[in-house]
């Protein structure tokens, strides 16, 4: 795996990045050497955070995890995103994606071996007329729902898109992009 580290209001000490591939380098067993491991760290007050993303063919595997502490933030999101793997590896199996990101032996791993593997369900499933509105006025009309995010017909690109309330309080925006 290669790794990609950054880190904003920190910086990379040699005993970090060490603790970062040590821990994350335990993740090799099912990827293969190219894949790239994005990780970058952040320091907000108290507030020791890691995000770590990594592309795959048609899926992006990603946690963030914070704490009071770097390393143990370090450890979380390792175990975090294993079982993410572990879990959904069959469905990744079944859904035809190749994955030529991941070890053979990893895919043909038996299902039984997967903890807390559960059936994705789709329970409900709704319908709501679209007008079309610019993101500001979206983002007023979610937080009149008292929702955390509002899909909606943009009028300036004529394209569905989300706004959603981030963590910090501000908002954001997802746009499609067509690949």
Same mark, same amino acid.
Request: overall charge negative; proline content about 4%; glycine content about 6%.
């Given at each position: ?16 990045? +060490? !603790? ?35 592309? #795959? ?21 390792? $175990?975090?995103? +294993? ?23 990893? #895919? ?9 593997? $559960? ?18 006025? !979206?983002?007023? *009309?979610?937080? #009149? #729902? ?8 943009? !009028?300036?690109?004529? $394209? ?14 997802? +746009?499609?992009?067509? *690949?």
């Amino acid at each position: 795996m290669k790794f990609i580290i950054s880190g904003r209001n920190i910086d990379i000490t040699p005993g970090l990045k +060490e !603790a970062v591939e040590s821990k994350l380098g335990k993740l090799e067993k099912f990827f293969t050497p190219e894949t790239e491991v994005i990780v970058t760290l952040s320091v907000e007050k108290d507030r020791q955070k890691i995000e770590v993303t990594i592309p #795959l063919k048609g899926n992006i595997i990603r946690s963030e995890q914070v704490s009071t502490d770097m390393y143990v933030s370090i450890d979380l999101v390792e $175990e975090i995103i +294993e079982r993410q793997l572990r879990k959904y590896r069959t469905k990744l199996i079944d859904r035809h994606q190749e994955g030529h990101d991941f070890r053979k032996e990893f #895919l043909e791993e038996e299902p039984s071996n997967i903890p807390e593997f $559960e059936e994705i369900k789709i329970v409900r499933t709704k319908r709501f007329g679209m007008k079309p509105m610019f993101p500001e006025d !979206a983002c007023i *009309q979610m937080e #009149l #729902l008292g929702h955390t995010f509002f899909v909606f017909s943009n !009028a300036e690109t004529d $394209e569905v898109n989300v706004v959603y309330k981030r963590k910090d309080g501000s908002y954001g925006l997802i +746009e499609p992009e067509f *690949q």
